[in-house]
């Protein structure tokens, strides 16, 4: 494993922002731009090559070239996987706590110095904000406070948790940041191999042990919505994000959880998650048999039955709406679904 590129501040920064890098390509720059512009610089960054084949790399070096951030670490690994490439940035962090930031989204100017404030105030084990998300030119297409509510003042993790839950507030990998004593003591740690739904199995987890939770009500960070994003190919290999929610399940009965907790996650995470995931796989390339065959397979459909909706908001709605169809007329619905995807993209002009 290589190290290089390494300078600066000698003093403890308040903050350790990690970046994993895969084939993001030219996307890096501008990540690395919005963290140049911050109001604070009491922070470094650690950028964990995992081991890209493209240009990304290049952007990093022209980057570090250029830049006057004076506290950034680039570590070179053979390609593991997202999470180890996290992990291994843990490892390295000098940082009171810790940002997860991914290498083709952006932060607002003053994450920095907002989150070193507040955190500074009550010394959370985690603090958690909005995001928004964003097309690529900037535009934002859905603000945090459609999706999601915030929590604020001082509140137990286990409280947040069974919010998250239960749908009522959202916490992204690049929303919250983690007091690295607390990750040190508790030992959370991002399940190498895990393609899908292992920031969310962390995120989880943290929230579960964590004594006390804090948050900014205001969007902080941005997830950039890319036409040719990786999480926007989906694969079967989506529901490798319910075996991230089952071994949360089992993690926590293990360590004798609230059963409303187990219950929110066995009845409504979970099922969701396969729901959800069956809809993905409609907007993908994925075949409209291989679906068909999903949908009506006895597992899924008995993965699917549990399912009960905590609210009645409208997104709980047409989630329950998507829960019967799959259950009682899954043709009618993948055949619906799968044309109206198709003209869709043909009239964006996806299919010449």
């Known amino acids: 494993m290589k190290e290089y590129g390494v300078s600066g501040n000698e003093s403890t920064p308040f903050l350790s922002v990690i970046i994993p ?17 911050q109001t604070s610089k009491d922070f470094e960054v650690i ?19 250029l830049t006057e951030l004076a506290n950034i670490k680039v570590l070179d690994q053979e390609n593991g996987g997202v999470s180890r490439a ?10 009171r706590y810790i940002l997860f930031l991914d290498a083709d989204d952006l932060v607002h100017e003053t994450l920095v110095e907002q989150t070193c404030q507040a955190a500074m105030a009550h010394s959370p084990d985690m603090l958690y904000f909005g995001f928004d998300k964003v097309r690529s030119d900037g535009k934002v297409t859905q603000p945090y ?19 998250k839950l239960k749908g009522k ?10 007091k690295r004593e607390f990750i040190e003591e508790r030992g959370p740690r991002f399940t190498p191999g895990c393609s899908h739904g292992q920031d969310q199995e962390f995120i989880l987890k943290c929230l579960f042990h964590a004594e006390a939770v804090d948050c900014i009500p205001e969007s902080l960070s941005f997830y950039v919505r890319r036409d040719d ?14 075996g991230a929610h089952r071994r949360v399940y089992y993690y926590f009965t ?29 907007k993908s390339n994925c075949s409209r048999s291989t679906v068909l065959r999903i949908s009506r397979h006895p597992r899924i459909r008995e993965a699917i039955r549990p399912l009960r909706i905590p609210s009645f908001s409208r997104r709980n709605v047409y989630l329950w709406i998507d829960k019967i169809s799959l259950l009682y007329c899954p043709g009618l619905v993948v055949n619906l679904c799968f044309f109206a995807n198709r003209t869709k993209r043909i009239l964006r002009g996806h299919i010449r």
């Not at 890098?21 to 512009?37: A, D, W």
């Not at 507030?169 to 983690?178: D, L």
């Not at 293990?254 to 809809?279: H, M, T, W």
Request: hydrophobic share 35%; proline share 2%; glycine share 8%.
């Open 169 to 178: 507030c959202h916490i992204w990998t690049s929303s919250f940041i983690c």
């Open 229 to 242: 994003s990786a999480t926007r190919r989906y694969s079967l290999n989506i529901f490798s994000s319910i």
């Open 47 to 65: 950028i964990v090559n995992d081991g890209s084949t493209d240009a990304s790399m290049h952007y990093v070096s022209d980057f570090l070239s």
């Open 86 to 95: 996290r992990n291994r940035g843990m490892k390295e962090a000098g940082g």
């Open 21 to 37: 890098v895969y084939n993001v390509g030219r996307y890096i720059i501008e990540t690395l731009g919005s963290l140049e512009k």
């Open 254 to 282: 293990r360590q004798g959880a609230d059963p409303r907790i187990c219950r929110a996650l066995s009845r409504y995470l979970v099922p969701k998650k396969y729901v959800e995931n069956i809809f993905l796989l409609l």
């Open 145 to 163: 406070s459609r999706r999601g509510q915030y929590i604020e003042g001082l509140n137990k993790g286990q409280t947040i948790l069974e919010a």
